[in-house]
């Protein structure tokens, strides 16, 4: 009960993504930051950031491993010095938040409005799509993935954090290739255009003949996979009222993690009864379904930026 009343307050998640209220806060207030022209840059270089935490903390996988062989430890207690490590470093990301300037409120005016029924209807369509994507996500997860390479392959954490660690650098360094390319040929193209490669590529992983083969493919798949990142965040601020931007940000992001937190428990459901590698060919289907149906309802409905 103390373990779920801390992770409910603090906001915390294993799933290794940000998906609490403080990522939907943020998402309302970086537009006002800068001009609707730099407003997906913008949320590419907050994506950069938030993958190189997620990088250096997948390095940090490794750490139980380096403290049985390198500090002599059991194995239960190389995995509570880690947890005391991981909870020092959420800690600390609270005292950043109190550096914040208070330059992004608005004016000491509302920032979060009931939507408008020209907005709700844009909202709520958005919002169940991302749900889809969300769900297909869910059956991808690092624990899924390492669990995957672990059976598969026979990989232990000593090579499974380097390996996630490389993956949020290719990550990060998608976020701006997307800023780059909506600047050429729009956001939802971008959405649409590069997901559905990464989800065809992450397919061909189960039928790997080997580790290296099955590695690289993971990795050009990840390349990839969040250049929709940015490009999603940027959008559904975009096609809303300034003070609308909260709500929105919240339905979509609410959507997402309900998926998100249902769809583990399937995927491990259809590894034990099915095959070990069937959410990785579910995930990427659910996620192809999404681009097909965010391409026909959203590529009318372009962002300020791209009407002028």
Same mark, same amino acid.
């Given at each position: ?86 909870? /020092?470093?959420?800690? *600390? ?9 208070? %330059? @992004?409120? $608005? &004016?000491?005016? =509302? !920032? ?110 990840? /390349?990839?996979?969040? *250049? ?9 601020? %975009? @096609?809303? $009222? &300034?003070?609308? =931007? !909260? ?62």
């Amino acid at each position: 009960m103390v373990v779920m009343l801390s992770v409910f307050i603090g906001m915390l998640n294993g799933m290794g993504r940000d998906r609490g209220a403080g990522l939907t806060v943020e998402q309302a207030m970086l537009p006002r930051t800068t001009g609707e022209a730099q407003r997906t840059s913008v949320f590419a270089w907050y994506n950069v950031v938030v993958d190189a935490g997620h990088a250096l903390g997948s390095l940090l996988g490794a750490l139980p491993a380096l403290l049985r062989t390198q500090g002599g430890l059991t194995p239960l207690e190389s995995y509570r010095w880690t947890w005391v490590v991981y909870s /020092a470093i959420c800690l *600390m990301a609270g005292f950043c938040v109190l550096g914040l300037s208070r %330059a @992004v409120e $608005r &004016d000491g005016r =509302r !920032t979060s409005t009931p939507l408008s029924p020209s907005s709700r209807r844009v909202v709520v369509k958005f919002a169940a799509l991302s749900g889809l994507d969300s769900l297909g996500g869910g059956f991808l997860t690092t624990a899924l993935l390492g669990y995957w390479f672990f059976r598969r392959f026979g990989v232990d954490e000593a090579l499974l954090g380097p390996l996630f660690f490389v993956v949020r650098i290719l990550n990060g360094l998608s976020h701006l290739g997307a800023a780059w390319l909506a600047k050429r040929i729009g956001l939802v193209n971008t959405m649409v255009w590069t997901h559905l490669p990464s989800s065809l590529l992450l397919m061909t992983v189960p039928i790997a003949p080997n580790l290296p083969v099955a590695i690289t493919l993971f990795l050009i798949r990840e /390349a990839l996979v969040e *250049m929709d990142v940015p490009t999603r965040q940027s959008y559904i601020v %975009a @096609v809303v $009222r &300034d003070e609308e =931007r !909260t709500r929105a940000a919240g339905i979509s992001n609410l959507t997402r993690s309900v998926a998100w937190a249902v769809a583990p428990a399937v995927a491990g459901s259809l590894m034990r009864t099915l095959s070990l590698s069937a959410p990785l060919l579910a995930g990427p289907g659910l996620k192809i379904v999404y681009d097909v149906l965010l391409y026909r309802a959203f590529r009318h409905l372009k962002p300020p930026e791209e009407k002028a």
